[in-house]
C-alpha cells in the first residue's frame, strides 16, 4: 500500500482528509492457492471480509459513520464484493450505507483478458495444459476470479453494477494493458446510485498514463480529488 499510493495519500491529506490503507488477500497455500503469498492473491471473497473488518476499525477510530474508498485493480471488485455482500451498503436504508464514495481505478469490474493472457491460456488448456489451474496454486484464485466470464463476477454482477446510495467515479485509461479491454471496468448506474465513467485522456489525449501509473498520474490524483470534493475542481485546474 506504501507504493501503490504514494502520491495519493499525501496529496488527499494536504486537503485535510484522514488517510488508511490496507494490504489484503496475502494468505496462501496449497489448499486455497497464492503459494507466493501474493498481496491481493487469496480469493476475493476473503479480502473483502477483511476490507469489511478493517473499514468497521477505521469508522471506530475516526467516529464518522460513512467512508470514502478509492481502489485501483482488483480493490475495485473487493469494494463492490464489500458492499454488496458484507454490509458495506444497507439495501433496506442507504442512510446506514457504510461507504459514501467509491472511487475505482482501472478496475476489473467486467472482467479482464489480462492483454492476451486469457486467449493464450483458452489455447494452451485446449491442448491439455492445466494452465488455469497452475496460476491459482502459484499466484492466487483471484487471479482467476477476475477474468471476464468468470463464476465470481457473474455472481457479483447479477444484481446489476452498483448499490443504492452510493456515488461511484470510475476512472479508466486507454493505455492500460493490464484491465482489458479498459471500458470493462465502467459501470452502468441502478436505482438509487450515480456513476461518473471517465478516460483518464477525456481532456487530455496526450495523456499515457497505464495502469500501474493510475495511482500516481497527476491527472488521475486530480480526478480522485475532485471526486472526493467536488470543489477541489473550483480550486485547481486540471493537470495535462
Known sequence: MAETWRELSPSLSAEGCC????????????????????????????????LSTFIDRVRTATGT?????????????VTRQYLRFLGGADHSNSSLNKVHTVVTLGATNHGTSFGDVQTLGAIAHALGVPVTTLAGVAVGPSYIQQMVGSPFLQLLNAAGDTDPGIDYTVVASRSDTVSTPPENTFLTAGPWATVHNIWLQDGCGTNTADHG???????AVYIIQRALDPAYGDRNPAPC
Do not use: K, W
Open 19 to 50: 488517510i488508511f490503507g490496507l494490504d489484503y488477500g496475502r494468505q496462501g497455500g496449497v489448499d486455497e492457492g497464492n503459494l507466493m503469498e501474493r498481496p491481493e492473491g487469496a480469493d476475493i471473497v476473503e479480502s473483502a471480509q477483511q
Open 65 to 77: 459513520p460513512q467512508v470514502d474508498v478509492v481502489g485501483h485493480s482488483q480493490g475495485g471488485v
Open 213 to 219: 501509473q493510475l495511482t500516481t498520474d497527476p491527472r
